[in-house]
């Protein structure tokens, strides 16, 4: 929503000949010529070194030279009163011209609010409806408009692309975007920068180093953070598999990477039975690998999820299946059907990021340096792990309830 300009103050247009006195030094009168409706003025101003004296009758003629008669004569102080009740009526169009119009102005000369893109890697997730509210929060805060699209699917790069492409076209003032793929989006994010269109990256990187600024979790600290609350659970040893989420997205592929290196420095009698299965960008997908790893492994005491599909999916198979008592699961990201698992028992461990705030400081961050103002190359919007115990914390509420509705109703 753009936001309204304040209307601008209209000038109280004068004849070209007038002039207004200066403070104290004000003389005047202003008489109707005989015979007229009031459309003729008069109007005269004693300044210090230039006098002044513009008089028009109603067809703009100038009455300058006229003889002064038995029916044109009036009284030199009667003219001087009614000059000075006119020029109080002029200084009180002026102050009136203080007060903001209910009605907007001609503001051709003003600067309209401007438009910000937010590409997600996809729209059906409960996280990226967290970040849209984020960018709004930050859009109202800042009076910028803000304009959300994306694939429906986080694995349609080229939908992406072809979204990225459209905003070129339409001349955006700026862009802030999650990356699908680190590789596949370098041309049209170029090819926006070339076109005088700033780029903020939010959630997931990108093999580019043209953009102002990158604002998301540290990623690997957060598959760091997994394993270590792994190791704790099954206390120190055991078997594990990972769920991989899709090649070229950058996040995960960090999150995965994190937790592999440190349970296998950390907890070295704990066996990662697999490391390179793929779950996808759907549910389904995801439900469909899990279902394949339980039949694979006949005994597993952990899985790990990088994402909020594969956690969802392992939730659902391993209680399906009747496993749920003997795995340990530890998943990124919530939903309400996460954090219902995490209160019911069939979760134990979230490492929950704040999608709010990498849509809110998205935003701010691009309008930042839009405006000239230095940011920061890279942002950690932070993550927390959640389990039973501390999820009615205020840190845990306040990545696990983000303000959706408030900002997307």
């Known amino acids: 929503m753009r936001r309204c300009s304040r209307s601008r103050r209209s000038p109280v247009l004068l004849p070209s000949e007038a002039s207004l006195p200066a403070r104290g030094d004000a003389r005047g009168a202003g008489r109707l010529a005989p015979g007229t409706s009031g459309a003729s003025v008069e109007i005269r101003a004693a300044l210090p070194d230039r006098p002044s004296r513009c008089t028009l009758d109603a067809t703009g ?8 008669t038995k029916n044109n004569w009036r009284s030199p102080m009667l003219d001087r009163t009614r000059g000075l009740g006119f020029l109080a009526s002029i200084a009180f169009a002026i102050a009136g011209c203080d007060r903001p119009s209910e009605t907007p102005a001609d503001d051709s000369g003003a600067t309209e609010a401007r ?10 997730h409960e996280f990226w409806k967290a970040v849209h509210a984020g960018a709004v929060k930050s859009g109202r805060d800042l009076g910028v408009e803000i304009v959300w699209q994306g694939p429906a699917r986080e694995d349609d790069r080229d939908d992406q692309i072809k979204v990225v492409e459209q905003f070129i076209t339409k001349g955006v003032d700026g862009i802030v975007i999650a990356p699908l793929d680190d590789t596949a989006l370098i041309r049209p994010l170029k090819e926006a920068a070339e076109a005088g269109i700033p780029v903020a990256v939010i959630d997931s ?4 180093d043209g953009s102002v600024t990158f604002a998301a979790t540290d990623n690997y600290e957060g598959g760091v953070r997994a394993a270590r609350e792994m190791g704790r659970l099954l206390e120190g040893r055991g078997t594990v598999v990972v769920m ?3 090649e070229g997205s950058a996040s995960t592929t960090r999150r995965e990477e994190g937790f592999i290196d440190t349970l296998r420095s950390d907890f070295p009698d704990v066996e990662l039975l697999s490391d390179n299965a793929y779950g996808g960008a759907t549910l389904e997908g995801c439900v469909s690998t899990a279902e394949n790893l339980l039949d694979r492994f006949a005994e597993i005491d952990g899985v790990f999820a990088p994402c909020e599909p594969a956690t969802v999916a392992f939730m659902r198979t391993l209680d399906q299946a009747g496993r749920k008592d003997a795995t340990a699961i530890v998943g990124f990201d919530a939903s309400e059907s996460l954090v219902e698992g995490l209160r019911s028992g ?9 999608p709010f705030a990498m849509g809110e400081r998205g935003v701010g961050l691009l309008i930042d340096s839009i405006e000239g ?6 942002v950690d919007t932070g993550c927390v792990v959640v389990t039973l115990a501390n999820m009615e914390s205020p840190e845990a509420k306040t990545v696990l309830a983000p303000p959706i509705d408030e900002y997307l109703r």
């Not at 438009?115 to 059906?124: E, R």
């Not at 990187?205 to 580019?208: A, F, H, I, R, S």
């Open 244 to 246: 991989r989420y899709v």
């Open 373 to 378: 103002r230095d940011v920061p190359a890279r």
């Open 205 to 208: 990187g990108v093999n580019w």
């Open 346 to 354: 069939k979760v134990d461990a979230l490492v929950v990021q704040s």
């Open 115 to 124: 438009t910000i893109a937010v590409i997600p890697k996809g729209t059906s």
């Open 61 to 68: 003629t100038s009455r300058r030279n006229r003889p002064r």
